[in-house]
């Protein structure tokens, strides 16, 4: 199975803050690479696929790169609904996620 | 509107069975693969496997064959998640997420299910 990391495992930020997260993937996956966004209690929401493809109705102030095995997600002026666990999950092969980054308020 | 609606919080005891039911509603259902998605208490999301919504056959994660059973009723565009011989380390929230885009033998997730809790305690 493909192995996902992220880091960091967490991150404290203001609004208004540029965010960065990057996802490792232990093998190639070209750039079948999603980005999801979960608040508590919540299901996840895809918010981009295709590595930097944003799903329909996420903000533009989200944005993803990448491609192989090295993935980031930026979120490029941070507002307080952004506060959340990001995973990321690669669908190369059956699917397998990242470990999670919680991004909260400082 | 793209919808699945979920079976409600069940609490069942070492050994019991449980039925989680994920109901589709705005899309054909048949035209979009389901998967299953496991997030134990304070943990990740653990993709459990998908099953065909056309054909009906299921595909199983490792650490999912055997007691996790996937099944559908396309009368009423419903996608079951069965587990058998239930164990303290089943407690989770099981979600049902429609499959989206696909890679070479994935797919993204790109509804999901308000999730289901399945407890199990004696």
């Known amino acids: 199975a493909i192995r996902m990391t992220q880091s960091p495992s967490s991150l404290s930020a203001s609004t208004g803050d540029r965010v960065t997260i990057t996802c490792r993937a232990s093998?190639?996956?070209?750039?079948?690479l999603a980005w999801y966004q979960q608040k508590p209690g919540k299901a996840p929401k895809l918010l981009i696929y295709?590595?930097?493809t944003l799903q329909s109705g996420v903000p533009s102030r989200f944005s993803g790169s990448g491609s192989g095995t090295d993935f980031t997600l930026t979120i490029s002026c941070l507002q307080s609904e952004d506060f959340a666990t990001y995973y990321c999950?690669?669908?190369?092969?059956?699917?397998?996620f990242g470990p999670g980054t919680k991004v909260d308020i400082k | 509107q793209v919808q699945l609606v979920q079976s409600g919080s069940e609490l069942k005891k070492p050994g019991a069975s449980v039925k989680v039911s994920c109901k589709a509603s705005g899309y054909t259902f048949t035209s979009y693969a389901m998967n299953w998605v496991r997030q134990a208490p304070g943990q990740g999301l653990e993709w459990m496997g998908w099953i065909n919504t056309n054909t009906g056959n299921p595909t199983y994660a490792q650490g999912f064959t055997g007691r996790f059973v996937f099944s559908l009723d396309t009368s009423v565009s419903t996608a079951y998640l069965q587990i058998s011989s239930l164990k303290a380390e089943d407690t989770a929230v099981y979600y049902c997420a429609r499959a989206g885009m696909g890679g070479i033998t994935g797919t993204t997730s790109d509804y999901w299910g308000q999730g289901t809790l399945v407890t199990v305690s004696s």
């Open positions: 093998q190639g996956i070209s750039s079948y």
């Open positions: 295709a590595a930097s």
């Open positions: 999950q690669q669908y190369y092969s059956y699917p397998t």
